[in-house]
């Protein structure tokens, strides 16, 4: 299998990717507090871990990935409170508007969503575990996890105790062992959804959940977990303190990735500021594909500017290959002829583009990089193209079978251009006005007694799967029954 180095936000440096178990690779990525829609900072990450997914897969791992709701949380109780719904009416709401904007995006399902709500009994058998082994104690209807006691706590945000405690807000409860100790359960406040716990009725501090969550469907040890570089701290911190602190595994994540943030027109997005980009009206103005591909044209870790000359320039690219994809298509109905030279040229090309492509997805899954030798190939084939069209009008089938299959592998793998691969379609009004120009023109051979032709129109249709109904008022079509 090949070789994959990856950038571990843990050890700040890019390694080779040795999976927990030989050949599959387990992946859990933070989802969604569903309390509205996604924004595109939402898609950032679930566009990333689609592609990562997608070429895991084709250079042959199994792959698992798991990724959460967090449907138990302030956000959502603050906004039922406020429309007068229950909580859950918010979060399955919101999670549909997920899968709308995200299948649009043609981000691929996880394997498994769990959610926080179907997962309280597992989240206080892990919080009892913690306490049982006295990393966690409870105050008042409250547990907490003691930072002290995880002797890792801080590497991966490459702090210690000591300068998060400068750097954090006096914290008014004293109670705590220590100001960075954090919630696992808080008790019930008054109009706010509770389940039963050994320490009372309450729900589940934010953390928890995907410790919980990860360790029940990855196992106690995994390979990547990913997210937002807004999560490192404090949110992975703690799932590695809670996790590690159960389970006794250190690391039980291999490799953390983190995915950079994204400013709009070079501005930190913000409500304030008038400029958070909702995924579904960004999608109202531009093509999945092309929002997907902008999304792509920059490295996973790296900052990314949102604006629209960035969108257009994606939307650029994407009908350069769309082009590509055209003449390949056109070339693959040509007749077969000899494998001249220059069909030979373009095989060698293509290999040499195919192995760049892979090289760059394999150096820490840099989609970026992975452009080049997609415009790269899109030149070879359309002058590869032109030539055909110029000299003979055949081509060299299996050379174009082979560079299909390179081409469609990349476009596949960055998840863009599907239907550019179904080539022109025609939708069912569309369809039924070409039959009906067919129609006229049967009829007008008829008219002129030019029986053989308007029989050999009928046969070859009836080929097709299309029958022709004659009949005093004309002709009609239809398809056949399968
Ligand atoms: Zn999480």
Request: glycine residues 6%; proline residues 4%; charged residues 30%.
């Amino acid at each position: 299998m090949r070789e994959v180095k990856v950038f571990n936000t843990m050890t700040r440096e890019k390694e080779v990717f040795k999976p927990v178990k030989e050949g599959e690779a387990k992946i859990y990525v933070c989802g969604v507090t569903p309390y509205n829609h996604p924004h595109i900072g939402n898609a950032r990450p679930f566009v990333t871990w689609d592609v990562i997914r997608r070429y895991l897969t084709h250079i042959g791992y199994k792959v698992t990935y798991v990724q959460n709701f967090t449907d138990v949380d302030d956000k959502i109780i603050n906004t039922s409170n406020g429309e007068g719904v229950s909580w859950d009416t918010i979060a399955n709401r919101y999670i549909d508007s997920y899968f709308e904007v995200m299948d649009a995006l043609n981000v691929r399902h996880a394997d498994i969503y769990p959610r926080v709500s179907e997962h309280i009994d597992d989240i206080i058998a892990m919080i009892s575990r913690l306490v049982e082994k006295g990393y966690a104690y409870e105050l008042d209807g409250d547990v907490y996890y003691s930072v002290e006691k995880f002797e890792h706590y801080g590497e991966l945000s490459g702090r210690t105790l000591d300068d998060m405690e400068a750097g954090a807000r006096v914290d008014v409860d004293d109670r705590k062992h220590n100001p960075m100790d954090f919630a696992l359960w808080k008790s019930a406040k008054p109009g706010e959804p509770y389940w039963e716990s050994p320490w009372g009725n309450g729900r589940p501090g934010w953390h928890i959940e995907c410790s919980a969550m990860s360790n029940k469907y990855l196992g106690e040890e995994f390979d990547f977990h990913g997210g937002g570089s807004d999560l490192i701290f404090p949110h992975h911190e703690n799932e590695i303190a809670q996790s590690e602190g159960c389970n006794g595994h250190h690391p039980s994540v291999r490799y953390w990735l983190h995915n950079g943030f994204i400013t709009i027109n070079q501005e930190k997005m913000s409500k304030s500021l008038n400029n958070f980009f909702l995924v579904k009206d960004i999608l109202a103005e531009y093509s999945p594909d092309a929002l997907r591909y902008f999304l792509l044209s920059t490295h996973y870790r790296s900052p990314l500017d949102f604006s629209d000359e960035r969108l257009e320039e994606a939307n650029k690219s994407l009908e350069r290959m769309t082009t590509a994809i055209e003449n390949l298509l056109y070339l693959e109905g040509c007749e077969d002829g000899p494998c001249d030279e220059e069909a030979a040229e373009l095989l060698k090309k293509a290999k040499a583009y195919e192995e760049e492509f892979e090289e760059a997805m394999s150096d820490d899954f840099n989609t970026a990089l992975a452009g080049a030798p997609m415009f790269g190939l899109a030149k070879e084939i359309n002058i590869y193209y032109q030539s055909v069209q110029n000299q003979s009008g055949t081509v060299c089938r299996e050379t174009i079978a082979e560079v299909k299959r390179i081409f469609r592998m990349m476009t596949d793998i960055l998840g863009i251009l599907e239907q550019a691969w179904e080539g022109p379609k025609a939708d069912g009004k569309e369809y039924d006005a070409l039959m009906q120009v067919i129609l006229r023109v049967r009829q007008h051979c008829r008219d002129k007694k030019l029986w053989d032709v308007a029989d050999a129109i009928r046969d070859e249709l009836n080929e097709l799967g299309i029958i022709i109904e004659d009949s005093p008022q004309g002709a009609r079509w239809k398809k056949r029954e399968i």
